[in-house]
């Protein structure tokens, strides 16, 4: 019963170092989403997934970028690290039911310190 | 652009007190809006609302939506140290990503 997992859990970056934070669920949703949250802070959409080759953009994608090569894989890049992409990171998916917006199933979440 | 604010940001009660957290949205279409709790990890889910005037019940947690006015409560009964979270609203869009408000960060104190 494994869900949305993301990996890593923790990780810190030096400034202009990339990585990769992997996420992968095994529900057969079409949709995927990566949202941001900084502290006291809801949660902000970076990208966004309804299907396997379909990306688009969220309220704040610039300096990210994703890719859905497969239903079960979406991974967030982030070439050139900076400070302010100090955040958790949250990888989510929903199924594709109903006209009705339903809930979404978050993965555990990436703390990422940039320093 | 989906628009979500809650108020208060954040609230300190004694157990056994009742709370009423609340949620105003902007939409460009409605569809629901949800409900999520955070402790020290990921959101998980409480409620979905579609229909105006409608509460969901679990437990000690409630909620009701009017769509008219624009507005959802979340209201809950005799508090526990372990209600102490984030309690995060949200709308979906066309593609059911979701458009946040700040949270209200819920503490209880024994």
């Known amino acids: 019963n494994a869900g949305v997992t993301q990996t890593p859990k923790f990780r810190i970056l030096k400034i202009g170092q990339s990585m990769t934070l992997q996420c992968a669920q095994d529900?057969?949703?079409?949709?995927m989403y990566w949202y941001r949250q900084d502290p006291g802070m809801g949660l902000k959409l970076i990208y966004y997934?309804?299907?396997?080759?379909?990306?688009d953009k969220g309220e704040v994608p610039n300096g990210y970028n994703v890719s859905r090569s497969t239903t079960e894989d979406f991974p967030l890049r982030l070439e050139l690290a900076a400070p302010s992409q100090t955040s958790v990171y949250f990888c989510?998916?929903?199924?594709?039911?109903?006209?009705?917006?339903?809930?979404?199933?978050f993965g555990q979440g990436t703390r990422l310190t940039v320093v | 652009e989906d628009k979500v604010v809650q108020s208060p940001l954040s609230l300190v009660v004694h157990e056994g007190d009742t709370v009423t957290l609340n949620c105003s949205y902007e939409?460009?279409?409605?569809?629901?809006l949800l409900w999520y709790k955070q402790e020290k990890k990921a959101p998980t889910f409480l409620f979905m609302l579609?229909?105006?005037?409608i509460e969901k019940k679990s437990g000690r947690l409630s909620s009701i939506l009017d769509k008219k006015e624009l507005f959802s409560i979340l209201n809950i009964t005799a508090t526990q140290t372990g209600d102490s979270a984030i309690y995060l609203c949200?709308?979906?869009?066309?593609?059911?990503?979701?458009?946040f408000g700040s949270g209200t960060q819920l503490t209880v104190l024994p």
């Open positions: 997934s309804v299907g396997a080759g379909i990306t």
């Open positions: 949200a709308v979906p869009g066309s593609a059911r990503q979701l458009t």
């Open positions: 529900m057969n949703h079409n949709y």
């Open positions: 989510a998916s929903s199924p594709t039911r109903d006209r009705v917006g339903t809930e979404a199933f």
């Open positions: 579609t229909s105006s005037g």
């Open positions: 939409v460009t279409n409605f569809r629901s």
